[in-house]
């Protein structure tokens, strides 16, 4: 993985520079006249519970978004830079999920599950070049999973997230002591979560982390170094306990006159 670096300012001064209603509407949308759209659709039916508004918004969600199919999306899911955000086949956002893809997008797999109040997060105002989120084919993200796709979060196919789990593929800069951290820049590396990965609830996944393919990641485990494919990692830092298919190494004692009489 490469590490990127922005020095570019924090979210509020960029907002003083270009004037707050225009840093808004540019953050919430790829152009005025796209945030107009998406927002007279948004008041119509993003509220409507049910088969019927699931119906409306798969067949009025499609003048926004990039979709395979017809999406299953429930009401109240939050969408910003609606344009930049691709759905493949099948996909189902349940309710009150936000997925915010400025500007390089988010994009979900066929038949992958995004569960109530997920929240998928890029928003790039300081230019990272590979900021994005990708999640492969036949994925399930619990609920309330967050994931911060700043330096690049690539999630393979058949991935489970269980419920309350973190990535962050961020890190704020700390090392001018006369500055406060926010205004000091960020870096990324980014996180790839492999194929067929388990990633137990309420785990974090720090920046610049690889999960094997087939890994298994313990409820509330910290992940602060990459972790080997089929292996089982737990705790603060995660650190692998077990590999996955491979019989633990026993020492078997001999039978012999000493071990029957002591």
Known sequence: MSTERSLQPDAAEIARRKGRLRYYVEGMSTSPAAYLLEQTLYALFARIPGLLGIGLRALTYRLILHSEGWPAIEDDVRLAQAGNIHLGKGVYLDHGCYLHACPQGIFIGAESFVMHNTELHVYNFRGMQQSGIWIGRKC?????????????????????????VKVMAINHLFGDRSRAVMAQGIEAKGITIGDGAWIGAGAIILDGVTVGAGAVIGAGAVVTKSIPPHCVAIGTPAHVVKQIGVEPTTSKRTSSTEDKGG
């Open 140 to 164: 399930f993200i619990g609920e309330s999973t967050i994931i911060r796709g700043q330096g690049g979060v690539h999630i393979g196919d058949e991935v489970l997230i269980a419920p309350g």
